[in-house]
């Protein structure tokens, strides 16, 4: 079992206290958005095993089935399959969609033909893998995903009175099929920028004034004035999780994170199709293969009880597996399952793993071979895999 010394990412849009609190120290002043937990590239954690701050990735290549346990390397290759988050969001993220498999790899497989720098900003994919992700409520949160019905999406619109929106509200009341989603956001996109602020101006001033279900996407504007994702977020289901309730998003369903903080665990993958909110690259032609064009519920997901207290976030994919345990003070310690990798992460109270306490945002790792005991009040979230 080692101690994970964690990476935080600055990124623009994090909250300057949300991690600082979590973690019990002083804000810097800056954005702080992301914690990394795990093997990935970009910010693998660093584990100490007698030779000083070591990458996990390093430590995981040299033994794979050691660490992970051969049935997830047979399964998921020699590499840690998830990247597991706290993810601190003081502002909105860019509406996104994610491709499936099969499209990753025609995409990575296209981009490598054509000699694409990995680095390219105009690039969309960095690897062969897809990413599903889950995200966990820590406070409440904030959060757009999956489309509206036409009809729903129509009304909303329509309710702001902007005469450039008109013809959109139109497509939607025309059909109550999904191809009228395609349709608008497609318009959207590829609309004049200029005439397109514009419109974007009148929306929010509308939104701002009418307030209740558009409020939202008042504030969504106040962050990216003129931006076309603002009316392309209009089209989604707005939803507010509360502590413990957590979305799975998966392949082709457009998303985006507006506030909170949260556990987030997702597919080691780095592939990502912008609609907007975003001042990155936007492949409006790609954008519509990927995306999944029908209306949805947004499907938010409570824990599921499962043996000896724990409690299982059920997604329908096997590159991870999250799960917590809320434990109170008189609980019995409690040895945890084995076989696979595990990271455990300390979101409340003191618990400990073993001889080792934690604290409110410090977490561990587990080889796929040892076996250790859960003791003391506190909530841990346990990731790991389906191999």
Partial sequence: ?????NTVRPYAWGSTTAIPALLGTRPTGEPQAEMWMGAHPGAPSHVDR???GTPLSTVIDAAPEAELGAAAVKKFGPRLPFLLK???AGAPLSVQVHPDLSQAREGYEDEERRAVPIDAPHRNYKDANHKPELICALTPFDGLCGFRTPGDAAELLAALEVDSLKPYVDILRASPDEAALREVLTAVLTADPEEMKATVADAAAAAGRLGGAHAPYASIAHHYPGDPGVIAAMLLNYVQLQPGE???LGAGIPHAYLNGLGVEIMANSDNVLRCGLTPKHVDVPELLRVVRFEATDPGVLRPEAA??????YDTPIDEF????????????PLTLPAGTAQILLCTAGEPAI??????????????????VTLSGAGTIFRATVVA
């Fill in 354 to 371: 073993g001889e080792l306490a934690l604290a409110p945002g410090r977490s561990v790792f587990v080889p796929a071979g040892e076996r």
């Fill in 86 to 88: 706290i993810l601190a």
């Fill in 307 to 312: 043996p000896d207290g724990e409690e299982l």
């Fill in 321 to 332: 597996r999250l799960s917590r345990y809320v434990r109170p003070e008189d609980a019995a």
């Fill in 1 to 5: 079992m080692d101690r994970l010394a």
């Fill in 246 to 248: 957590a979305l799975f």
């Fill in 50 to 52: 007698g030779a000083g």
